[in-house]
């Protein structure tokens, strides 16, 4: 027979309602606005009443607030096992769920199930991966099954095996590569979204933020120069940068291309060439064997520039990718 999965439900906000799920014996969820749901009510349906109560909502948090209240009226069920976390005490609250879903317009969240609650788990006690993966905020999601083990094990005193020295600092490690690969990826979908006049107007604030000042050239047909940048603002000063700004995310820029903006270029500038699509190897070549310096950057380069002098960006450049910075524990 297979394992049962275990679902998290979180407590509300901060962990207020846990005491409530405790006393209880329930889990629930909110979106009161809606009334009450019928569980075989189809999902699109679920969508339309949501978007009619909340016509505010961005599609993001429409489509997640679906998710979760489809997956706590259809696919939770008895005998399924559920968690909940208390960051006041730092313990999950482990149980079984019970029954089907309820609606009780008296509680603070609306939406609830019955739940046989079987005791609580300290954070500390969980390895580092489960700690880790327990970590989402998301209102309601499946556990993993070494997560789940991980808490069962110690709800009925056989934990799963210890961590081996040095395991939990990998752990730890990797969870911080893949929260910077992730917001790497998040920032580059931001820079797509970016007109190309916007495009321009950011590369400007990065070279700003580098200690240059910046004049974006008039639009015109035969432009190929988008940005100047020079020490005193004028292009007295050495070095004079020049770059061309290719906001075209599906087109990767050749050797013409490279042959062309090089041709413009005089004695004393240093050429920065922006892709946002990327470049083919023959312009890498070009640019390798140009008289002139010349540095290409692709969306990837992009990113990372963006995030390596955000602190120094001026508020145009904010404004156009606004990010909030994350602090991650020292060893």
Known sequence: ?????????????????FDTFRTEGIVAIGWNGLGSLDSSLPKDEVRTRYVKQFPTDKPGRVGNAVAVIHKFLTVLKPGHKVTTYS?????YLVGTITGEPEYDPTKDYH?????????????????AASRNSLGSTLTLFQVNDETADDLEGLL????????????EKEELEQLKEDTVGRAHELIKDKLLKLTDMEMEELVASILRAMGYKTRITPRGPDRSVDVIAS??????????????VKHRPK????SQQIRSFLGGLRQGDRG??????????DAGYEADRANVPLTLLNLDEIATLVVTHYEKFDMEGRVLIPLTRLYWPLD
């Open 87 to 91: 960051p006041d005490s730092r313990e």
């Open 231 to 244: 020490p005193d603002g004028l292009g007295l000063e050495e070095p004079r940068i020049k770059a061309e």
């Open 272 to 281: 920065l060439y922006v892709s946002t699509g990327g470049f083919s190897k």
């Open 1 to 17: 027979m297979p394992k049962a999965p275990m679902w998290m439900v979180r407590a509300g906000e901060e962990g207020y309602l």
């Open 251 to 254: 087109e990767r820029m050749g």
């Open 111 to 127: 939406r609830l199930r019955r739940v046989q609650w079987e005791g609580t788990v300290d954070r500390d006690d969980l390895k």
């Open 156 to 167: 009925t005193g056989t934990p799963v095996k210890a961590e081996q020295e040095g395991e």
